[in-house]
């Protein structure tokens, strides 16, 4: 006993008993994990011991004030894992995903601006017709005198490819096109599913980058025999190549324009997105402040260009996921669908008769401007509360870079039944952030805080509380039973120095896209016939829709609903 391994300060925390002798609970929490995670919280409070590979203990954490250690006031103490940070870095390149330290802080600097308010505004417009041109394609598909079952599933991803490289690389790859397949928009979708075939592979990446040249690197994908190593190459490569043509592309026409020449596009995929847009885009602005900042803040080339692969791909699936949810939602609460078609109409009209426009212009096309659009209550409530119940990226992971202490706001139990207000963290402890779990918290959100309440955002009026205020939403006044999140003090988005950059942007896409399909379309679930199909949400990384039949899970993922146009009867409540 005495020559047995010091305990470590973990193994006394609570927690579910191992599940596999590799994989720890892994698979558990991430395979399907949504019940599995809700009961871990349930079971055993804000801090929880978990196994992970090899038996490993780590921290499974949704407390408030663990959390507001965590990404906040400790943030320099609990660090992405080098398997995140050197991953991102082979597949995206140099961007924010995959740095650390001073370098993350110096491209959060250079890049915090151009996600501004002011920003949003200008590229509003470049979204909103994208939007439409979705909503044509899905209608192109209707019966003239019925309804229709459509997979949205690769339509919305189709629009929200369109949105983050119009809007972001200002660029169109002509996404909802499907005729018009490109190289780079079929890399980025096929990234996320060829990483997950060889995600086991990953705790061996530091290894890899530390031990071996780029030279031996590729020397190892061609000798052993793993096809989607071999695929996952070949997408970062096309991406690579893609994205620094666009970059030559975006300099020389910058550098044209600052020295007064031809104001024109040069390229098909910079005409594409229209004359009026042009150098609104995201890349664009970084360009500019790239130019006129300090030559201590500024980006080299290789990071900017690690920002373009980031920023679509961190946009990309996320926001996919996130709209199909709220469209699904809709399409089971024809009331909650109705009500919310009411407040978009009413919007437009408004918007419509203040700008002095004839009845000529049907309400269902006009484009509200950003505040406007961002002011809609019931929009806003459907679009929190859909984000807060099913946040996309449901886990995340963090290491300690020193030993610490990690304060709890509410007390868990050990394992022989004595109350932990703090846990000691070793240096290399592996920690879980539960967004998921943090965002489903009773003791936060009240006793119904799993329920799909939009109402809780609302005041008994139908008003929103102030711009960022969640005060009824949150059932507390204690500070430190809040979370530390950047949006709506729910943890989605995540909170501190490395929260989502893109999230007003995501939150922008999202309402536009809503508001510019069920104007025109009303959904509702599909006909599955006899044999019990349902849609079901997979939590594996992100969630995913597939189909459940009484037999088992579909692997592919879909969102088959039924479209039609919009009658009277839609906007009554
Ligand atoms: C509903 C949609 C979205 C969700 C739920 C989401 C969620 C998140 C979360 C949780 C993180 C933190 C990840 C971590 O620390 O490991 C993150 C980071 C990030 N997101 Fe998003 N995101 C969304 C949309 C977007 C969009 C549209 C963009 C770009 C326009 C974007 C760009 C980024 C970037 C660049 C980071 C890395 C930030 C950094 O490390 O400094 N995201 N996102």
Redesign the pocket.
């Known amino acids: 006993k005495r020559l047995a391994a010091p305990q470590s300060p973990l193994a006394r925390i609570s927690g579910p008993p191992k599940e596999h002798w590799l994989k720890g609970n892994l698979h558990k929490l991430f395979k399907d994990g949504l019940t599995y995670n809700l009961a871990l919280q349930e079971e055993f409070g804000g801090a929880v011991r978990i196994y992970g590979l090899f038996g490993e203990e780590q921290l499974y954490v949704s407390d408030p004030l663990a959390l507001q250690h965590i990404v906040g006031r400790d943030q320099h103490i609990y660090e992405?894992t080098d398997m995140?940070i050197m991953g991102n870095k082979i597949i995206l390149g140099e961007?924010?995903?995959s740095t650390l330290g001073e370098q993350?802080r110096k491209q959060?600097k250079m890049l915090n601006p151009v996600f501004s308010f002011a920003n949003m505004r200008v590229m509003l417009p470049i979204i909103a017709p994208i939007a439409d041109k979705l909503r044509a394609r899905l209608l192109e598909q209707l019966p003239s005198d019925g309804s229709h079952q459509v997979n949205l599933l690769p339509w919305i991803s189709r629009g929200t490819l369109e949105y983050?490289c119009q809007a972001?690389l200002g660029y169109s790859f002509n996404a909802l096109e499907p005729s018009q397949k490109h190289e780079y928009t079929e890399a980025i979708k096929s990234l996320a599913p060829t990483f997950l075939r060889i995600l086991l592979l990953r705790p061996l990446v530091p290894v890899v980058v530390r031990n071996f040249s780029l030279y031996w690197r590729n020397k190892l994908v061609d000798w052993l025999p793993i096809a989607p190593l071999k695929e996952l190459r070949r997408l970062v490569l096309v991406m690579d190549r893609c994205c620094r043509d666009i970059f030559v592309e975006k300099k020389r026409t910058f550098s044209r324009r600052a020295s007064g020449g031809n104001q024109e596009a040069n390229t098909v995929g910079e005409r594409d997105v229209g004359a009026r847009m042009m150098d609104k885009d995201?890349m664009s602005i970084l360009l500019r402040a790239n130019a006129s900042s300090s030559q201590a803040d500024r980006l080299t080339e290789s990071e900017i260009l690690g920002q373009m692969n980031?920023?679509v791909f961190?946009?990309f699936e996320?926001?996919t996921t996130?709209t199909c949810r709220i469209l699904h939602i809709l399409a089971t609460n024809p009331d909650v669908q109705n009500r919310l078609r009411r407040e978009i109409r009413q919007g437009k009209l408004e918007y419509r008769a203040s700008q002095g426009l004839s009845d000529e212009h049907g309400w269902e096309d006009v484009h509200l401007p950003y505040d406007s659009l961002m002011a809609l209550p019931y929009l806003d409530a459907v679009v929190r509360e859909t984000?807060r119940v099913h946040?996309?990226?449901s886990l995340?992971g963090r290491t300690t870079r020193q030993g610490t202490t990690l304060p709890l706001s509410r007390p868990v139990r050990s394992t022989s039944g004595e109350e932990i207000t703090s846990i000691a963290m070793p240096s290399g402890t592996n920690v879980i952030i539960s967004?998921l779990a943090a965002n489903h918290n009773k003791e936060v959100w009240g006793p119904d805080a799993s329920v799909w309440r939009p109402e809780r955002w609302l005041n008994s009026s139908g008003e929103r509380f102030g711009a960022n205020s969640t005060s009824q939403a949150v059932a507390t006044d204690n500070d430190d039973i809040k979370y530390p999140g950047v949006y709506a003090s729910m943890m989605?988005?995540?909170g501190g120095?490395?929260?989502?950059?893109?999230?007003k942007?995501?939150e922008m896409?999202?309402k536009q896209v809503i508001a510019s399909l069920i104007s025109v379309m009303h959904f509702s679930p599909p006909e599955m016939g006899t044999e019990g199909y349902k849609i079901y949400w997979r939590m594996d990384g992100l969630q995913v829709p597939v189909l459940r039949s009484p037999t088992g899970i579909d692997a592919e993922a879909q969102l088959p609903l039924s479209i039609r146009l919009v009658r009277d009867t839609d906007f009554a409540i």
């Open positions: 992405e995140f961007g924010l995903v993350h959060r983050i972001g995201i980031t920023i961190a946009g996320t926001t996130a984000l946040p996309p990226t995340l967004i989605t988005f995540l120095g490395r929260a989502c950059i893109g999230f942007f995501a896409e999202m």
